[in-house]
């Protein structure tokens, strides 16, 4: 079976047939709770006990290579995404189709190495681009279509490299473009000088209200937030879509009075959970579905009223919870997300280590778990291509999904000279940093908080100067 944890996991791991079946009972793991040790010690064995499922995925169709996704068709690789068809390499696809080897776009259709993009149609190479077609290697475009190389922006057609052109001229020049590997390079580079001669908006998104983050849009009262949407007195945010009156969330939607919760969504007064869907009530626990009323529970459906996956009486488990909360506070437990030296993954397994690289000595350190990937050793040839990066990230070489094809082939795109994992490597780096410096508008100097640092080359606006400039 495909799983997202390596062979060395130590607990059972069930396949998604045995898994929603009917060949087990989570209630007959579980066990008394010994108010003499920590909570966390104790949890440490449980949750390695108690079966995992081995990929987080539903309602999908042809999708088996999907995580923390539901109601896709024919999808690959694909993470936190959701009703998507023939889409591949990607993170946050949500209704999409034929995208890929993009992050966060939303209701987009046939787009290549794309971030952050709304209604975008047939396009390659943008990064921030809202109801955008035909248009490639493009910064900060809304409204536009048949631009080619284009940075900052509104409602144009048949531009090159910001340069207006007439429709005829345009369609000359975009037929002679090579769309080899080496000229895809050239001409994102050349994008990447334009956008450094223009004004840079201090965020990423648009339509916030006392708000501080990036990539972030529709937001209220919500602060140090990232890729966060249509949110409402959050904190502490990323990845969080819809909450409300919520703090630190991770990798959620429609959460309220949530508090410390990952890969959570569709419930309230959730605190210190992981992946969780539909539920209320539900603390310090895992892999809870349709369940409400638990703490410390792994692995639960159609649940109420449990603690260490033990059933209790509705007023019983309300005392032993009121009991287990005061002991937790008495240890400093209580209120902390699960530690990461108990983690169900190692740190070079997770997403963590995408945004906050560490080495192997860094990680052992910290005495956090570091998996040893084993060399492969592939042969290329034939459908097996090596992967041109000297600095491989993967495992040196990588096969072309059928799908993947047809898809070059559609966009009359070079078939890619780099594995996955550097692709996405690179993809990343194109994005800001989860981080913000205090510093001030480069045009009118107020003050604002930005993931632009200090150092950087970019010439930073606040939101008024920037508008003022390209309108």
Not at 25 to 38: A, K, Q
Not at 239 to 249: E, F, Q
Not at 276 to 290: I, P, R
Not at 297 to 306: A, E, H, P, R
Request: hydrophobic share 30%; proline share 4%; charged share 25%.
């Amino acid at each position: 079976m495909v799983s997202i944890y390596n062979p060395d996991y130590p607990g059972p791991v069930y396949c998604h047939g045995c898994y929603w079946g009917d060949g087990w009972d989570t209630l007959d793991f579980g066990r008394d709770f010994d108010f003499s040790r920590p909570f966390f010690e104790q949890y440490k064995v449980h949750r390695f006990t108690v079966p995992r499922i081995t990929l987080t995925n539903s309602n999908s169709v042809n999708s088996e290579y999907t995580n923390q996704a539901s109601d896709n068709k024919n999808c690959y690789m694909c993470e936190a995404s959701n009703n998507n068809e023939y889409c591949l390499y990607g993170n946050w696809y949500q209704t999409c189709k034929e995208c890929v080897d993009c992050w966060t776009v939303k209701e987009c259709e046939l787009l290549y190495e794309c971030l952050d993009c709304l209604k975008c149609y047939k396009s390659g190479w943008l990064h921030t681009a809202v109801d955008c077609n035909d248009c490639f290697f493009g910064n900060d475009l809304r409204g536009c279509s048949n631009c080619f190389g284009c940075v900052n922006l509104r409602n144009k057609s048949y531009c090159w490299f910001n340069e207006q052109l007439t429709k005829e001229e345009y369609n000359k020049r975009l037929k002679n473009v090579d769309w080899s590997v080496e000229g895809t390079q050239k001409n994102y580079a050349l994008m990447e000088k334009l956008r450094l001669q223009l004004p840079a908006k201090y965020y990423h998104g648009g339509h916030i209200v006392n708000s501080t983050g990036d990539y972030m849009a529709f937001n209220k009262n919500s602060h140090f937030i990232y890729n966060c949407y249509e949110n409402e007195n959050l904190k502490y945010g990323q990845d969080a879509w819809v909450a409300r009156d919520s703090m630190d969330l991770t990798e959620a939607y429609d959460n309220t009075l949530d508090y410390e919760v990952e890969g959570t969504g569709w419930g309230q007064n959730n605190i210190c959970t992981s992946k969780k869907w539909t539920g209320s009530d539900v603390y310090c626990s895992e892999l809870t579905f349709s369940s409400d009323y638990l703490l410390g529970c792994v692995s639960m459906m159609n649940k109420k009223y449990c603690i260490f996956n033990k059933q209790y009486a509705p007023q019983e488990w309300k005392t032993m919870k009121d009991k287990i909360v005061a002991h937790m506070k008495s240890t400093e437990e209580w209120g902390e997300f699960f530690p990461v030296a108990i983690s169900a993954f190692p740190y070079n397994d997770s997403i963590a280590f995408d945004y906050f690289p560490m080495t192997r000595d860094q990680v052992l350190a910290k005495g956090w778990r570091w998996y040893e990937k084993p060399k492969q050793g592939y042969k290329t040839g034939g459908d097996i291509l090596g992967c041109e990066n000297g600095d491989c990230v993967g495992v040196g070489a990588f096969k072309l999904h059928p799908t993947e094809v047809e898809f070059y082939k559609k966009m009359k795109l070079p078939l890619p000279i780099y594995c996955f994992p550097c692709r996405l490597k690179t993809r990343l780096a194109r994005r800001n940093p989860r981080k913000l410096w205090k510093r001030n508008c480069m045009k009118c100097q107020k003050e604002i908080e930005t993931s632009y640092a200090p150092a950087r080359p970019e010439i930073v606006y606040c939101e008024s100067c920037y508008n003022k400039e390209i309108a």
